[in-house]
């Protein structure tokens, strides 16, 4: 669960980047928000750049967490969904509380 936390240090970036998105597109065709003045880009590139940095980090989190849960004793029903909970705990600190 170690691997879970110190991996959400990096998670910090795919964070900023998924608000960043979400409320340049989304949210701010439903009115929800205002888009950045000099976002002239367009939402495609944005999402050329957010999925894959998202990919990459849950591919560097499964395959960190794959050698932990081999020598823990929990079962993998019970490991799993723990460490998705514990993963983002310090991106959360991070960016809402510091």
Same mark, same amino acid.
């Given at each position: #669960?170690?691997?879970?936390? =110190?991996?959400? *240090? %990096?998670?910090? /970036?795919?964070?900023? @980047?998924? $608000? ?22 367009? #939402?495609?590139?944005?999402? =050329?750049?957010? *999925? %894959?940095?998202? /990919?990459?980090?849950? @591919?560097? $989190? ?30 959360? *600190?991070?960016?809402? /509380?510091?």
């Amino acid at each position: #669960m170690g691997v879970n936390v =110190l991996l959400g *240090v %990096p998670g910090v /970036v795919p964070a900023c @980047l998924l $608000r960043y998105y979400v409320s340049n597109g989304p949210l701010a065709d439903l009115g929800r928000t205002r888009r950045e003045p000099t976002e002239n880009d367009g #939402m495609l590139l944005w999402l =050329l750049i957010v *999925v %894959p940095v998202n /990919v990459v980090l849950l @591919l560097v $989190r499964w395959l960190a967490d794959r050698p932990v849960r081999r020598r823990t004793g929990l079962d993998p029903r019970v490991y799993w969904p723990a460490g998705a909970l514990t993963a983002p705990v310090s991106t959360f *600190v991070l960016v809402f /509380v510091l």
